[in-house]
């Protein structure tokens, strides 16, 4: 719901749907991730969306678990995910002494990513997980939690932000702008 807010807050034209078809003709999608990987593959499986996802090419942002599926695997669960980046997503070591689930404000940087434009170094953003993309080649933006990891991770047409963009702010604001007006 909230990415529909943050949508309707940017005057945004959008339409909630997982009828294949429809995401197909798409200009632009938004894949917000809720709950956990294990059940959100199988509600993608379900739908046929996890064969689709993978051979689209129009924009695609995912956000948190919606970024996390796009990665190969995620240890949440033991889940095979999409594979639209050769990326594990690995739970954060509680041996490194931080609460875990991350939740909350932190900084985003190095930033890379045509979606971030006039977004500016170490501007903050909302987290809400335990679990995490490491640096790889596809890295975008970087944060630091109990580690250095992928804040937002980016692939031909696809997009990802690990924390929640529809409820960061004037920065998520300005992420989805950019993502709308690729």
């Known amino acids: 719901m909230s990415v529909i807010i943050a949508l309707e807050r940017i005057g945004a034209t959008y339409e909630l749907t997982d009828d294949p078809e429809k995401i197909q003709n798409a200009n632009k999608i938004i894949f917000p991730g809720v709950g956990e990987a294990g059940s959100a593959m199988k509600s993608l499986k379900e739908t046929g969306l996890d064969k689709l996802i993978p051979g689209l090419k129009q924009p695609f ?49 190095d930033i890379q990513s045509s979606i971030c434009r006039d977004v500016k170094e170490h501007s903050y953003v909302y987290y809400n997980h335990s679990f995490y993309a490491p640096l790889s080649e596809f890295t975008v933006a970087k944060t630091d939690y109990v580690l250095e990891y992928s804040a937002m991770l980016q692939k031909d047409n696809f997009y ?23």
């Open 61 to 109: 942002l995912g956000t948190c678990v919606g970024m996390q599926l796009l990665c190969d695997y995620s240890e949440e669960s033991d889940t095979e995910c999409l594979g639209v980046f050769n990326v594990p997503i690995l739970k954060f070591p509680k041996e490194l002494g931080l609460k875990i689930p991350q939740t909350g404000w932190n900084d985003i940087y």
């Open 160 to 182: 990802a932000c690990q924390f929640h963009s529809e409820i960061s702010g004037e920065v998520g604001q300005q992420i989805f702008k950019n993502f709308l007006e690729l």
